[in-house]
């Protein structure tokens, strides 16, 4: 059975307690709204509130470290995500592979810490302008994403989403075309297809995400293989994000 569309909301590094309002209101109309799975992954200072008061929408981490526990100052493991009250992660997302340098085997290495707590992981992936311009984006998402996601998952249909995010789309207000989403959606199904199977394979939500707002969502959702958004900016208020949540 196909599964409910995915609609992530990542913060970024926006919130303080007083975006709690805005995180009721999402929850409150989440709850109209039971045929959209529907999340949001805000600083970690907010996960446990958040965690605490919502009824409907599940809360997640925007990164964790890929160890345990331990020395290293300032991480946040994936077990103390869940102890918050985290469900998912998003890993691997293009600020975290540009600002702290992170490489394909660490996101992989993230990825399988996550998992091993219980936590779904959504997978981000995505192209430069430059490598899209050189008629290299298909090749270069399927070989960083077939390096970031971990050879065996449990039960990736639950556990895993995949978030193709085009570097330049995002935050910029540029958003890819219907039909390079259903390119790139393609081959990104084929690989999971490669890795998982079939039954799996074919199960697994690929997110796009790339400044969808309220009046690009529809377009975007009836692009083929599109099982939901990863939205940044359009997330930080319930109205825009409940927008795109109505579109699909
Ligand atoms: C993102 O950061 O994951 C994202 C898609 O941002 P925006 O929607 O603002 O482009």
Redesign the pocket.
């Known amino acids: 059975m196909p599964q409910r569309p995915y609609i992530v909301g990542?913060w970024?590094m926006h919130g303080t307690r007083a975006m709690l309002s805005e995180a009721r209101a999402i929850d409150r109309a989440a709850q109209r709204l039971m045929k959209v799975e529907v999340a949001i992954a805000p600083p970690y200072t907010l996960i446990h509130p958040i965690h605490r008061e919502a009824e409907q929408i599940a809360v997640g981490a925007q990164d964790c470290h890929e160890k345990e526990g331990g020395a290293h100052t300032g991480d946040i493991s994936a077990s103390m995500v869940a102890d918050a009250g985290g469900k998912f992660v998003?890993l691997g997302?293009s600020?975290r592979r540009q600002d702290h340098r992170e490489g394909n085997p660490l996101i992989r290495a993230k990825a399988e810490s996550a998992l091993a707590v219980g936590l779904r992981v959504i997978m981000?992936c995505g192209e430069s302008e430059e490598t899209r311009d050189a008629g290299d984006a298909v090749a270069f998402v399927t070989k960083q994403l077939k390096a970031s996601l971990p050879p065996e998952i449990e039960n990736p249909t639950e556990l895993l989403a995949v978030?193709y995010?085009p570097v330049w789309?995002?935050?910029?207000g540029k958003t890819a075309q219907p039909s390079d989403i259903e390119e790139m959606h393609a081959a990104i199904r084929a690989l999971l297809i490669k890795l998982y199977g079939e039954e799996h394979g074919e199960e697994v939500r690929i997110l796009y995400?790339?400044?969808?707002k309220p009046e690009n969502a529809a377009e975007i959702f009836a692009a083929s293989n599109v099982g939901g958004a990863?939205?940044?900016?359009?997330?930080l208020t319930a109205d825009s994000f409940m927008g795109i949540a109505l579109a699909a």
């Open positions: 990542n970024k998003i997302h600020e981000c978030a995010e789309a995002i935050g910029t995400g790339g400044s969808v990863l939205v940044g900016g359009a997330s």
